[in-house]
């Protein structure tokens, strides 16, 4: 069965650093979300992404954070300048075309800033 | 904002019933989805009712939806261990296709 894949699996930075965390979303997926979950927090929306655009954001993602499909597979989410607060883990997660809108989530990319 | 709650914990022996309960704010839902987190896993989607329906069965699974009260429900039938996990309500709202999470209730399944 298909699946949402997301690389790498835990990320350990220095505050100030840039970050790129990628997903692969399922091959005929048309929309494209990041998740975030800080430790014993609500998994938050931050962003989704259609037809090569932001279609919505929530106020988390300010201009720290940047979102690319650079290539027909990948999906990538960039914080340039990492700070200690968005240690979290970062879920990826796609739309199947029509039908109920079932979101399909990546097994998630743990971030810790240091 | 909108809000989803739920209730942080729950524990069942194997083989009864559990039932995990979510409350919404939002009125204009139009699909409310079950997620299943395993320790260390992502966020598997169990299953997901349509605003206009009020129940649906799934084999084990079997979701409620009071509309009016907004709040959901999600049975699980034979509880086994395997099913220890957090379970997360969502619901989508007809603004857009985003996700809204409740925080996640922990099921305990014991022998």
């Known amino acids: 069965e298909p699946e949402v894949t997301q690389t790498p699996s835990h990320q350990v930075t220095q505050m100030g650093q840039e970050v790129i965390l990628r997903c692969v979303p399922i091959?005929?997926?048309?929309?494209f979300y990041w998740y975030r979950q800080i430790l014993g927090q609500k998994v938050e929306f931050l962003v989704s992404?259609?037809?090569?655009?932001?279609?919505?954001k929530s106020e988390i993602f300010d201009d720290q954070f940047s979102v690319e499909r650079p290539d027909g597979s990948n999906f990538t989410l960039k914080i340039r300048s990492t700070k200690l607060e968005d240690s979290a883990m970062y879920f990826c997660?796609?739309?199947?075309?029509?039908?109920?809108?079932?979101?399909?989530f990546g097994p998630g990319t743990r971030l810790t800033v240091l | 904002g909108e809000d989803v709650e739920q209730s942080l914990f729950l524990s069942v022996r194997e083989g009864d019933s559990s039932v995990i309960n979510c409350t919404y704010t939002?009125?204009?839902?139009?699909?409310l989805y079950w997620y299943k987190q395993e320790p260390g896993a992502g966020l598997q989607l169990l299953t997901y009712?349509?605003?206009?329906?009020d129940m649906k069965q799934d084999q084990r699974l079997t979701v409620l939806l009071n509309k009016k009260d907004k709040h959901l429900s999600l049975r699980i039938a034979d509880t086994q261990t395997g099913d220890s996990a957090i379970y997360f309500c969502?619901?989508?709202?007809?603004?857009?296709?985003?996700?809204?999470f409740g925080g996640g209730t922990r099921l305990m399944v014991k022998p």
């Open positions: 009712i349509f605003s206009n329906m």
């Open positions: 939002d009125s204009s839902s139009t699909y």
């Open positions: 997660a796609s739309i199947s075309p029509g039908g109920a809108n079932e979101q399909f």
């Open positions: 992404f259609y037809n090569n655009e932001i279609s919505e």
């Open positions: 969502a619901e989508r709202s007809n603004a857009g296709n985003m996700l809204t």
């Open positions: 091959s005929n997926h048309l929309y």
